[in-house]
T-cell receptor, first 112, second 117 residues
Framework: DQQVKQNSPSLSVQEGRISILNCDYT??????FLWYKKYPAEGPTFLIS?????DKNEDGRFTVFLNKSAKHLSLHIVPSQPGDSAVYFC???????????FGTGTSLTVIP | DTGVSQNPRHKITKRGQNVTFRCDPI?????LYWYRQTLGQGPEFLTY????????KSRLLSDRFSAERPKGSFSTLEIQRTEQGDSAMYLC???????????????FGPGTRLTVL
């Protein structure tokens, strides 16, 4: 029962263009959502988060959008850089301090 | 503060052996989590501590697995009688006692890669 889904296993984007990574969830109790970036042989690195009371959160080149009615969130990276090439995981939790549920990841390749 | 650390980074063992991993969270973080990640999957929750109390365990945590956090600081994860299916990356994360988004964010260590032959 995968409660968080990332249906695109991979994405390739030209340097300077926008990268859009998508994530869907099924549990309406989720109220906190995060994006993590992972390089090979390293642990996930926190990127950006959003709580369910907001529909958008921006941090530099990264913006996360939340559509609660559609149970969908997306991560926009503008402009994309080669150093952004990594696997991106979305995660969700239902209560403060509880476990996170992760998607299966999207591998982003930014082509110079 | 150098973040969450985990030791060892890699462990190769033979089936049936016991292994123990250690996690040192970010200091002042009172919550500590263990996850397991297999190839092509996202991290899967195993267990969670608040200070020294183990508050939640996943059904993935069979009776061969045990985790401790005796003094509310570092934690250990032991796997007894390892099986080939235990081969995975074991990740530790910690989070702050601060209420709100800061406290809700989990910060991960580099992981311990276990290979069971």
């Amino acid at each position: 029962d995968q409660q968080v889904k990332q249906n695109s296993p991979s994405l390739s984007v030209q340097e300077g263009r926008i990268s859009i990574l998508n994530c869907d969830y099924t549990n309406s109790m989720f109220d906190y959502f995060l994006w993590y970036k992972k390089y090979p042989a390293e642990g996930p690195t926190f990127l950006i988060s959003i709580s369910s009371i907001k529909d958008k959160n921006e941090d530099g080149r990264f913006t996360v959008f939340l559509n609660k009615s559609a149970k969908h969130l997306s991560l926009h990276i503008v402009p994309s850089q080669p150093g952004d090439s990594a696997v991106y995981f979305c995660a969700a939790s239902a209560n403060t301090g509880n476990q996170f549920y992760f998607g299966t990841g999207t591998s982003l390749t930014v082509i110079p | 503060d150098t973040g969450v650390s985990q030791n060892p980074r890699h462990k190769i063992t033979k089936r049936g052996q016991n292994v123990t991993f250690r996690c040192d969270p970010i200091s002042e973080h009172n919550r500590l989590y263990w996850y397991r990640q297999t190839l092509g999957q996202g991290p899967e929750f195993l267990t969670y501590f608040q200070n020294e109390a183990q508050l939640e365990k996943s059904r993935l945590l069979s009776d061969r697995f045990s985790a401790e956090r005796p003094k509310g600081s570092f934690s250990t994860l032991e796997i007894q009688r390892t099986e080939q299916g235990d081969s995975a990356m074991y990740l530790c994360a910690s989070s702050s006692p601060v209420r709100g988004p800061v406290g809700d964010t989990q910060y991960f260590g580099p992981g311990t890669r276990l290979t069971v032959l």
